[in-house]
């Protein structure tokens, strides 16, 4: 009886407790807090639902990774350079007459095969006036010299494109990201169509012309150009992700470093471009002599041809004055920039990036003097191509480690 009554006395609370908490619950401002609080807690949920699933990249991981495959692929074009350098000094570059993207991956492997490609060769200019007496021994080493150039160049284009397409399904590239890669391998493509251009320029018959056969010294600038903005790009996009921008205030000695080291870069890049005309010319054989050339400052046929103009890009020893103008400057204006910047408080990075450029700059100057005095000799020649290369990574790398960091 008495247990009875104190569990019907439980029942009746808890059921007049709920009704009282019922009838409490609708308060307005109850009811608002407890809307608001389930609100935050569903959203809370949610989102913690969807983190997992939300896309974490690209990252600061990531960006090394691209920034890494980026210096890659800019190492890669190093490569197509130096090689492309050789291949033109050997004389090798006119030796492959047909371009095939695929077929031509395979060298000829049999003696008829061999024969069948030195008789397509034989019918082009270059055999008939300057190599009528070559050997098949000594075509084959003009051919494998061109071929490896144009197999390097696709393998080029693969460590471009393949990655490109794995990265981009990964989710590895931010929306401005995905732009430059787009552009670095349509530039890839555009490259490869150039180099095929340029060598069409040497195998065309020229009756009018009693010189030797050789490429276009535009199109041989031009295709050498191309591959140094490509470099450019990739060298400077995968330094930017890989090397954070460091904090340096903002004063007007920086800025003016800055506009500095543009200018430097700039003279650097058209100083290996005037490279280009100089090969594509053999101007480094019209005067080998230095400071002077031959015994005068400014030869007597500087301005030989009609309209002066011309002189700049078809005059031999125009296009070798000009290219020691330019050497000179460059070396000059990065002398400056290391004064310049001795007087700052710069990060160590930086201060290492300006010294390593001013020590290139005056070794690749030796070299460049050295290749002209000895009447250019290949191996001398090709390491002060691959100088000029070094020379602009030095330039590009000072530039990377001055930028602004990103607000």
Request: hydrophobic share 45%; with cysteine.
């Amino acid at each position: 009886m008495f247990l009875s009554s104190i569990r019907t006395t439980i029942f009746c609370g808890c059921r007049n407790a709920g009704k009282g908490f019922q009838h409490r619950s609708r308060s307005p401002l109850l009811r608002q807090w407890l809307v608001k609080r389930g609100q935050s807690t569903f959203t809370a949920e949610a989102g913690a639902s969807s983190t997992p699933a939300a896309a974490i990249v690209p990252n600061a991981a990531t960006n090394r990774i691209v920034g890494r495959w980026l210096l890659g692929c800019s190492g890669l074009v190093v490569g197509a350079i130096v090689l492309g350098g050789v291949t033109r000094l050997t004389e090798s570059g006119l030796s492959m007459v047909d371009w095939h993207l695929v077929r031509e991956m395979r060298p000829p492997q049999s003696q008829a095969e061999w024969e069948a490609e030195f008789s397509k060769y034989q019918q082009f200019p270059e055999f008939k006036i300057m190599n009528h007496d070559m050997t098949l021994p000594e075509f084959k080493f003009i051919f494998y010299m061109e071929w490896g150039h144009r197999m390097w160049g696709r393998l080029v284009g693969l460590a471009y494109i393949l990655p490109t397409i794995y990265f981009w399904r990964k989710g590895y590239f931010t929306r401005s990201m995905k732009g430059k890669v787009i552009g670095l391998c349509g530039f890839v493509f555009f490259q490869g169509l150039l180099g095929w251009y340029m060598v069409k320029s040497g195998l065309e018959e020229k009756p009018e012309s009693h010189d030797i056969p050789r490429v276009s010294q535009y199109r041989l600038s031009a295709h050498l150009g191309s591959a140094l903005l490509l470099y450019c790009a990739s060298l400077w996009t995968g330094l930017t992700l890989l090397l954070p921008a460091q904090k340096v205030a903002e004063t007007k000695r920086l800025m003016q470093l800055r506009r500095f080291a543009k200018g430097t870069g700039g003279l650097v890049f058209l100083t290996a471009l005037s490279g280009a005309f100089v090969a594509g010319l053999d101007a480094g054989l019209v005067y080998n002599s230095f400071p002077k050339m031959g015994d005068r400052w400014i030869p007597d046929d500087l301005l030989a041809f009609s309209p002066s103009l011309k002189n700049i890009f078809e005059n031999p020893t125009t296009v070798q004055f000009d290219h020691r103008i330019l050497a000179i400057s460059s070396l000059t204006a990065i002398t400056g920039l290391y004064l310049f910047s001795r007087r700052m408080v710069l990060p160590r990075r930086a201060k290492i990036a300006i010294s390593l450029l001013t020590a290139m700059a005056y070794g690749q100057v030796a070299l460049g003097i050295s290749t002209l005095l000895l009447y250019v000799p290949t191996p001398l020649a090709a390491t002060h191509q691959s100088g000029s290369v070094a020379l602009l990574s030095l330039a590009i790398w000072v530039l990377a480690e001055l930028r602004k960091m990103p607000k």
